[in-house]
């Protein structure tokens, strides 16, 4: 653990960048932890399979940041801050210097909440 995801490992999916993470999140102690930070959280502290947090209330339940299980596996999860041009007319989400430095920010830190 602790190591972070290698880079074929981070993949843009359901709109979402998505790190796996390495290990089982402890959603309860991550919450009561992000709530002291003074972040506000998605779902209920307890619950068992996701939570979502930001530093703004929303009402929608939408936050920046996600961790959420898909089968055994856990995933931190964030909206794309990279773009690049598509192959088509417009940009199309990438993985690039900005998505990479929250990575840097947050695996380390969510990591530590992995069994």
Known sequence: MGKG??????????????????????????????????????????????????????LEGYYPYWVFRDGKEWFFAFSPLDYQEGAGEGKEPAVGEKAREEIRRWVPYLEGWCH
């Open 5 to 58: 995801p290698g880079e074929g490992e981070v993949k843009i999916e359901d709109g979402y960048v998505q790190v796996p993470l390495r290990g089982r999140i402890d959603v309860a102690g991550l919450s009561q932890d992000l709530r002291k930070k003074g972040y506000f959280l998605a779902n209920d502290p307890w619950d068992i399979d996701s939570q979502g947090w930001g530093r703004n209330r929303d």
